[in-house]
């Protein structure tokens, strides 16, 4: 059974930074789409940013991050990380890790269904 464990979430002021990690066990994701999704109060839940696993650079970033937020993986740890830089106040959400069946290895990753969720991280930008 797939899990997924996000970690790093909290409290910071408008410009701050953040690192999001997202453990994973149960399989090892090193050819296969993760993701990181967001949900704020009364809105619908949206893709941030998704990687790959694979390698060669194949990364996807929602307009609004596009800049500040950097995603990257560590096979070695099975772990997908969200660096988050100048973060503003309407980056304010629960953070969601995800990742997609085993057995899907395409690379269109912003444009996959994923199955597996983890529990979610709070991030709180304040101005």
């Known amino acids: 059974q797939v899990q997924l464990v996000e970690s790093g979430g909290g409290s910071v002021q408008a410009g701050g930074s953040l690192r999001l990690s997202c453990a994973v066990s149960g399989y090892t994701y090193s050819s296969n789409c993760m993701g990181w999704f967001r949900q704020a109060p009364g809105k619908e839940r949206e893709g941030v940013a998704q990687?790959?696993?694979?390698?060669?650079?194949?990364?996807f970033y929602a307009d609004s991050v596009k800049g500040r937020f950097t995603v990257s993986q560590d096979n070695a740890k099975n772990t997908v990380y969200l660096q988050m830089n100048s973060l503003k106040p309407e980056d304010t959400a629960m953070y969601y890790c995800a990742a997609v069946a085993p057995w899907n290895r395409s690379t269109r990753c912003a444009q996959l269904y994923y199955n597996y969720w983890g529990q979610g991280t709070q991030v709180t930008v304040s101005s």
């Open positions: 990687i790959w696993t694979g390698g060669g650079g194949i990364t």
